[in-house]
């Protein structure tokens, strides 16, 4: 595998998306092919085919009521799954909203992940050998706190690294362009997806910056850049991984974009795509399907079969089903114990209305 040249992209990022397969699953990059076995290449695909269920069964679940908030992964299990799966257990991930599907393969039980969704405390209070927080919700914030935490990995001389996400919207943020450059001025390990679906809600890209990619918005804070294609898991996967080597070797930071594309929309909270997105620009990257592409890739090589998805995809559902069941048989959160959770000292004012819902409470 050829390597990266990261110093020099410190001062000239990769602006033409890297790419290890095409469309039609074929390697056109055998340069940045990954040292990735045959059994380590399945199960990157289960992985992804895994993702696609979880966001499938994720919106349903929320249609029905039976979940609350979700951000659809849709279209991004290459640029998720790949990047997760060059990272080690050991690495703290710092995810936003839209990363539920990483913080469950870095260790996070589905169910606890089902209950952030729904608003109830318990789904924030993760494992304590998890090297992970909830996902944030504030645009772009899980960038300042990344570059803190790797600074703490650096001081305590942790052979490791802080990774986190944001989509391009975060990038126009202020915590962005903090949390990268602090990261920076002390040389701290810390690995910063920007997952560039082309949309902040309904603003495209093109109306967020003037910057003809986001990947070279790196090169203001001094550290690496690189753009890859969003849609192909094994160019995400060999840049994850030698930026992951490359920063654990005491070099700092690096920025990744990888361009990829959200099927559905932003969020359950009411949004559109159709009022912002044509069709035809649906099409156009429907056929850019990121698990089509692995899956001919690996039916190329003998890899994989209609048998073999069948079976990942029953073994995905029954997940799903089981995590649903430890959900719903949890306590339901009060309004007082919601009330209780936000405050350290209780202002006299929600005091009054916290007794209120206390006695109704007792009855």
Known sequence: MKKLDFEELKHNPEIKPLQVLDEDGKVVNPDLMPDLSDEELVELFKQMVWSRVLGDRTMKLCRQGRLGFFAPTAGEEASQMGSNFAMSKD??????????????????????????????????????????????????????????VALGLKKKGAKNVAYTY???????????????????????????FVQNNLYAISVPRKAQTAAPTLAQKAVASGIPGLQVDGMDALAVY???????????AGNGPVLIET?????????TAGDVPRRYRSEDEEDIWLKKDPLIRMRKFLESKGLW????????????????????????????????????????????????????????EAK
């Not at 991984?241 to 490359?246: G, S, T």
């Not at 361009?259 to 969020?267: D, E, F, K, Q, V």
């Not at 719903?328 to 916290?354: F, G, H, R, W």
Request: proline content about 6%; glycine content about 8%; some cysteine.
């Open 259 to 267: 361009l990829c594309y959200r099927y559905g929309p932003h969020t």
């Open 238 to 248: 060999s840049v994850a991984k030698q930026a992951r080597d490359w920063i654990t």
């Open 91 to 148: 690495d703290f991930l710092l995810g936003g909203y839209r990363d539920v599907p990483q913080l469950v393969k870095h260790g996070l039980p589905m169910w606890k992940g089902f209950l952030w969704s729904k608003g109830h405390v318990n789904g924030n209070k993760y494992p304590e050998e998890l090297n992970a927080v909830p996902p944030q919700i504030i645009i772009g914030a899980q960038y300042a706190q990344t570059a803190g």
């Open 166 to 192: 944001t989509g391009d919207g975060g990038t126009s943020q202020g915590d962005f362009y903090e949390g990268v450059n602090f990261a920076s001025a002390f040389k701290a390990p810390a690995l910063f």
């Open 305 to 360: 079969d209609e048998d073999q998805e069948k079976a990942c995809v029953e073994a995905a559902n029954k997940e799903v089903d089981d995590a649903m069941q430890e959900v719903e048989s949890q306590p339901t959160q009060t309004v007082t114990e919601l009330m209780q959770n936000e405050y350290v000292v209780t202002p006299p004012a929600i005091q009054k209305e916290l007794d209120s819902y206390q006695a109704k």
